[in-house]
């Protein structure tokens, strides 16, 4: 990481984790106060702040400087 003065926020995920448990990560960052991102394009299905994306859910959040995060959970094998 670095500082630039022309550096702005992502318009895009800058960042995913996987994670085993999106429900609970999402429970435990949402008592943190991290607000959600909710979309509308179609093929979403929407539990809560969580996307059923088909094979995959996952949900989205911005950073302090509003840069795109992302947790998702995969199907296991």
Excluded: N
Excluded at 18 to 37: G, R
Aim: proline share 5%; hydrophobic share 40%; net charge negative.
């Amino acid at each position: 990481m670095y500082e630039a003065p022309y550096a702005g926020p992502g318009k895009h995920t800058i960042a995913q984790w996987d994670v085993e448990d999106l429900s609970a990560a999402v429970a435990q960052l949402s008592e943190a106060a991290v607000s959600f991102e909710h979309y509308d394009p179609s093929g979403l299905r929407w539990d809560g702040d969580i996307a059923d994306v088909g094979e995959q859910r996952v949900a989205w959040f911005t950073d302090s400087q509003s840069s795109l995060m992302c947790l998702d959970e995969r199907p296991t094998c």
